[in-house]
């Protein structure tokens, strides 16, 4: 079975800034860069596309619990 995370352009690039930021010590301007350079293309041309292959897709911008309830549901009992 194939989940897919979903989340807009918009949070996916705000949750990168705030990542790389503190984690890696990057600018916000090389992220922006590096972000429209080869991120966002990349994302449209591999990720998106399995999208369509799915068998659940979750609402990356709802909370954290209810994603994780969202695929407990989907797997079931174990």
């Known amino acids: 079975k194939m989940v897919y995370v979903h989340a807009s352009d918009e949070l996916r690039l705000q949750r990168r800034i705030s990542r790389d930021k503190v984690s890696r010590g990057r600018t916000e301007a090389a992220i922006l860069s590096q972000w429209e350079r080869t991120v966002s293309p990349m994302h449209v041309k591999y990720v998106e596309p399995s999208r ?3 068998d659940l897709v979750i609402d990356g911008s709802a909370s ?4 994780v309830d969202a695929l407990l ?3 079931g009992p174990i």
């Open 52 to 54: 369509l292959h799915a």
């Open 73 to 75: 549901r989907f797997i």
């Open 64 to 67: 954290t619990e209810t994603m």
